[in-house]
């Protein structure tokens, strides 16, 4: 065992002697020549070396450089710049006095890459070479390469694409790549930071020389970042451009982090949380497209297609389809009413995601969910083009009807611009109206319509500012919370009867229509009537929507099987006043006083002074408008 020890330490000085003489008898500028001919032929850019030169022979021969650049300026720069090259050189070609390249390490590299219109980079000469020396057939002077690997330690990666006003900047980079030099594939695996997470990647090319010249070549890449985890299986081709096509799996626990992290842009408030997708993906030149689409984003699964293209403004397009699609999340930060339940929300409305790309989406769902609705079969589309989101509902089987309709935001000086013209046809209004807006006073099926628009920095402002016009019309149905037939009747026996809360029960209608004209956020009254089998009502006023009262006057008439519209058995004018949520009606004090037995005798009196002493308090009680006691 000693002899073997010793044999092999004789054997290792041995080599160490000859590579040390090796070195010794090659000058120290002619390998540094000779380095950088290589360089220059495989790369096709000029090498720069201004720092001191060094010769190890231990554990392998190699030289160092430092403070070396290559290639010409870009913005001022050098394509490439690094603190220290070192080159390790082969021993069998440096015994008999030949110089060749076994590896390359970079240290502390500065790597700068602009990206034209064209798709080139600044990179693109290095690439030409490449594909010419590694094709099967190249001729000898064609065959530059001598070395198989480079590596990059604590490197710096500047990316630039002007025309899309595109800067981004990878920090301590860590990559070995695996350089061919008799084997078809290509290499890179290491680690980078970007944004301030650390990114784990590896990227593998099957046929490298084969991509170089254009042909398919196999493309495997991984990558995990702290939000964001990415795979991808398929082929690739560099020329006439760059084009991709296979298999894309990602996931998140968070969308939303994962976007920030990539983007750093607005994003729209709620939802963007749990995240998958595996698609069929396609990239040529800058457009990406996804078909066999299979996407779920907070617990929403959806299929279809989606392609993206940053031509000018970046570009969205897809149709998707959906079994249920739960909006609860995305409109779960936008409230129409403030803690309070009395108020407009006053928070701001924040449009700034609007910014900087447009969209055009195609959506249908077998069943929508709101945040107090539920929406049958639907299908939508959504369009963002400069700033402006239109929703379009082509068709929603919701409320035992059909919804159409568009709705329009658009950010604006004023903060936003809303706009929405909307369709009900044959809905349940008890369901529509309490679902969609709270209000859950009538029943029955009918039709609503209304177009509104308006301005302002949250919902307070809007509901001030708001422009349109409002019609409902309703068939066999009922208005809860007063029951007129049965306040008249007693009213009808005993008139002055009439204290107490009036805000209870129901009264049937066989028909109903209301319409209203809508001025700076007070809706003026232009035909509301009610027709029952017992009453029948019609209103005036106006209605306060930043305000959320009533100030509404209208007369109700009870009429029977003999009675007309000439001759009701009962004609009662009333006011509605107050809060929306809960408003006062009260009947016309003057009314009843005229119809009680007792007051219409002494009317009815002889004697004057009684006469109008009777009148002067009449006057006095019924001095408001409609004689509403308050």
């Known amino acids: 065992m000693k002899r073997i020890a010793i044999l092999a330490a004789a054997v290792i000085a041995a080599g160490t002697t000859v590579i040390a003489a090796a070195t010794r008898g090659t000058p120290v500028d002619t390998v540094r020549d000779a380095v950088e001919s290589e360089i220059r032929r495989v790369t096709g850019l000029d090498l720069a070396m201004r720092g001191p030169v060094s010769v190890s022979t231990f554990p392998v021969p190699s030289v160092e450089f430092s403070d070396v650049a290559l290639g010409g300026t870009v913005a001022g720069e050098a394509a490439l710049a690094a603190k220290r090259l070192t080159v390790d050189l082969r021993l069998m070609p440096l015994l008999t006095g030949r110089i060749e390249i076994a590896n390359i390490s970079l240290v502390k590299p500065h790597i700068a890459v602009t990206v034209d219109s ?12 490449l594909a010419r020396a590694l094709k099967p057939n190249a001729a000898r002077n064609e065959r530059l390469l001598s070395f198989s690997e480079i590596g990059i330690k604590d490197g710096v990666v500047a990316l630039s694409v002007p025309d899309r006003d595109v800067h981004e900047t990878l920090t301590g980079v860590e990559l070995s790549l695996a350089w061919p030099s008799i084997a078809k594939s290509f290499a890179a695996t290491g680690h980078f930071t970007w944004h301030n997470e650390i990114v784990d990647a590896n990227l593998a090319i099957a046929n490298f020389s084969g991509a170089l010249a254009g042909d398919d070549s196999g493309l495997k890449f991984r990558m995990n970042a702290g939000p964001l985890k990415a795979a991808f299986d398929g082929a690739m081709s560099y020329r006439p451009s760059l084009k991709i096509d296979g298999t894309l799996a990602a996931d998140s ?3 939303r982090e994962a976007l920030q992290w990539s983007g750093g842009r607005a994003l729209p408030s709620g939802g963007l949380g749990q995240f998958a997708l595996k698609a069929r993906a396609g990239v040529n030149g800058r457009a990406i497209s996804l078909s066999d689409l299979n996407v779920e984003l907070d617990g929403n699964v959806a299929e279809g297609a989606l392609s993206y293209a940053p031509a000018g403004r970046q570009i969205f397009q897809g149709t998707l389809a959906v079994e249920r699609l739960d909006l609860r999340p995305y409109v779960s930060a936008f409230r ?7 108020d407009w ?5 924040k449009l700034d995601w609007f910014d900087g790309w447009d969209a055009d989406v195609r959506l249908s769902a077998a069943r929508v969910q709101l945040a107090q609705a ?23 089987q919701a409320f035992d009807g059909v919804v159409t309709g568009t709705i329009a935001v658009a950010k604006s000086e004023a903060g936003a611009e809303f706009g929405s013209r909307m369709q009900f046809s044959n809905v349940d209004l008890e369901k529509c109206l309490g679902q969609l807006f709270g209000v859950g006073r009538l029943e029955g099926s009918g039709n609503m319509a209304f177009s509104i628009d308006s301005t302002g920095r949250n919902v307070q402002e809007l509901a001030a500012n708001l422009n349109g016009a409002v019609q409902v019309s309703a068939r066999q149905g009922a208005l809860n919370g007063w029951n007129v037939e049965e306040m008249m009747r007693r009213l009808q026996r005993s008139p002055l009867s009439a204290g107490g809360d009036l805000r209870n029960g129901r009264t049937p209608f ?4 209301i319409g209203l004209r809508i001025v700076q956020g007070l809706a003026t009254i232009e035909d509301v009537a009610l027709e029952g089998p017992s009453v029948r009502l019609a209103v005036s006023g106006t209605t306060s929507i930043p305000d959320r009262e009533f100030n509404l006057s209208g007369t109700a008439n009870l009429i029977g099987a003999a009675a007309s519209d000439a001759n009701p058995l009962l004609e009662l004018p009333f006011a509605v006043r107050g809060q929306w949520e809960n408003p006062s009606i009260v009947p016309d004090t003057r009314t009843l006083l005229e119809r009680s037995p007792t007051v219409r005798s002494l009317l009815d009196a002889q004697d004057k002074k009684t006469r109008d002493e009777i009148k002067d308090i009449m006057n006095r009680l019924t001095k408001s408008p409609l004689g509403a006691s308050r």
Do not use: F
């Open 118 to 129: 064209d798709g080139h980079t600044n990179w693109s000469p290095l690439i030409d070479i």
């Open 336 to 342: 129409l009413i403030a803690d309070n339940a009395r």
């Open 510 to 513: 066989e028909k109903l229509n």
């Open 374 to 396: 539920e929406l049958g079969r639907t299908a939508a589309a959504a369009s963002l083009r400069s700033g402006r989101l239109l929703v379009t509902v082509g068709e929603s």
């Open 345 to 349: 929300d006053r928070r701001s409305l």
């Open 253 to 255: 626990a968070s969308l």
